[in-house]
């Protein structure tokens, strides 16, 4: 019997149940399989890297340069100045978190997770393996896209996704250029509404691609960017998975809360997850012990989440919805990008996941060569 079971192993579930063993709640957290290569691009920002002390031989690449590619082939590179974008593979970051959990005192079981029951007030999860059902008075549910815990527990449905597809390959002659540099495809014949990415590992190169799930063929689009790329390199691990960029209508109840992909917790546009899973996994893990130290209530965790992160959601989901549509409008936007107040701008909310205010002359400047750019279409 447990006070809280935080339900999946990523860095969601593996940071709440840190905090809370931290806290002296005993916690157990539940992974279906300790060795997973969850399918993921896997970078992140340098404010995550240190409100997680996220230890260096974990970020593989520190990358400052980025450069954004529209349809017609017209590339613009961006330095970030002050800070860079970290690569790290899920296998090992994963298995770090989780690892720091057991350490604060967390129980960790590896068990798929079949049903959960509510019986006299607490519940009762039942596992794969033949063990015997754990049982908490408490539930985080970071589970993932297709989180069970939600769909058991009654919560709304995880609406916006994106099937994304990746591909590892290890270092050749035309991936040399790629070495450092992150770069972002904005091709409709690499995605009709989502964006192609290569970001370098230390071992490997990452080449992957999505689109909205169940429109478009993503095996034929993934082909199609490996052949403009001119890869004929055979991949050595492909992975596959649902990004949810919408939160869920509701992700708190009186005694479970979701967090990370479970409650949808993905950003428009970009498709950044890891850090609002592990900010999540905070704040959920902040509001359990508030919940169990003195009966505050669990919906403040939602509350707070979307007070600090709704603009940034929101302003993210209209750039997607202006901007993804067509090649004309990628091609404005990747001409946009040119203009350094805009990436500056950009890099500083991202690196912080701060909004950061512009004085009104560059706000109306920016404002003035988005409608230029839009009616131009380059
Ligand atoms: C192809 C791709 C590329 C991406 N690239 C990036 C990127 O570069 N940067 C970024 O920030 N985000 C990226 N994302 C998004 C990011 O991967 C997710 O947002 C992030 O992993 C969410 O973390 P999480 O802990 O909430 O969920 P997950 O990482 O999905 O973890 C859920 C865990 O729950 C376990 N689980 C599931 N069901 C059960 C069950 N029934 N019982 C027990 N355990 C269970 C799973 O095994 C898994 O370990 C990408 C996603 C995809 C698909």
């Known amino acids: 019997m447990y006070d809280v079971a935080v339900i999946g192993g990523g860095p ?10 931290k806290a002296g709640i005993s916690t157990v957290l539940i992974e279906r399989n300790l060795e997973n290569v969850k399918p993921c691009g896997g970078a992140i920002p340098l404010g995550l890297i240190e409100e997680f002390n996220i230890p260096a031989p974990l970020v593989e690449k520190k990358l400052s340069m980025m450069s954004v590619r529209s349809p017609g082939g017209r590339t613009i590179s961006m330095e970030m100045p002050n ?3 970290g690569m790290v ?4 970051f994963d298995s770090y978190l989780r690892d720091r959990a057991k350490r604060y005192g967390s129980a960790i079981v590896e068990a798929f997770v079949r049903e959960i029951r509510e019986e006299n007030g607490r519940y009762s999860i039942h596992l794969s393996k033949g063990l015997p059902p754990v049982e908490a008075s408490f539930i985080i549910g970071a589970d993932g896209a297709n989180s069970k815990t939600a769909s058991a527990l009654g919560f709304p449905p995880n609406e916006l996704q994106v099937l994304a597809m990746q591909q590892r390959f290890g270092y050749c002659d035309t991936m040399k250029p790629y070495e450092e540099l992150v770069e972002i495809w904005f091709d409709g014949e690499v995605s009709p509404d989502f964006y192609g990415w290569i970001f370098p590992k230390t071992d490997h190169i990452a080449v992957g691609t999505g689109t909205e799930f169940r ?13 403009k790329l001119g890869i004929t390199e055979t991949p050595y691990l492909e992975e596959t998975a649902k990004i949810p960029m919408k939160p869920r ?28 899973a592990m900010r999540s996994g905070r704040l959920g893990a902040e509001a359990m012990i508030g919940k169990i130290q003195n009966d505050k209530p669990l919906h403040a ?32 936007f990747v001409a946009i990008c040119e203009d350094r107040d805009v990436q500056r701008i950009t890099f500083d909310s991202y690196l912080y996941k701060k909004m950061v205010p512009a004085p ?16 131009k279409g380059s």
Not at 12 to 21: K, N, T
Not at 89 to 92: K, L, P, Y
Request: zero cysteines; charged letters at 25%; aromatic letters at 14%.
């Open 249 to 276: 209508k509701s992700f708190a109840a009186d005694r479970v809360i979701l967090v990370g992909d479970a409650a949808g917790l993905v950003t428009p546009a970009n498709g950044e997850g890891i850090f609002f």
């Open 89 to 92: 593979r899920r296998e090992r």
């Open 83 to 85: 800070g860079y974008v």
């Open 360 to 375: 009104w002359t560059v706000q109306m400047k920016i404002f003035m060569k988005n409608i230029y750019h839009l009616t």
């Open 12 to 21: 969601s579930g593996a940071v709440a149940a840190a905090d809370l063993a």
């Open 215 to 227: 429109r478009h063929d993503l095996k034929a689009l993934q082909r199609r960017f490996i052949e």
């Open 301 to 332: 965790y939602e509350k707070k989440f979307r007070k600090l992160y709704s603009q940034i959601f929101f302003g993210l989901q209209v750039l997607q919805s202006v901007y993804y549509k067509s090649d004309r409008r990628r091609e404005s």
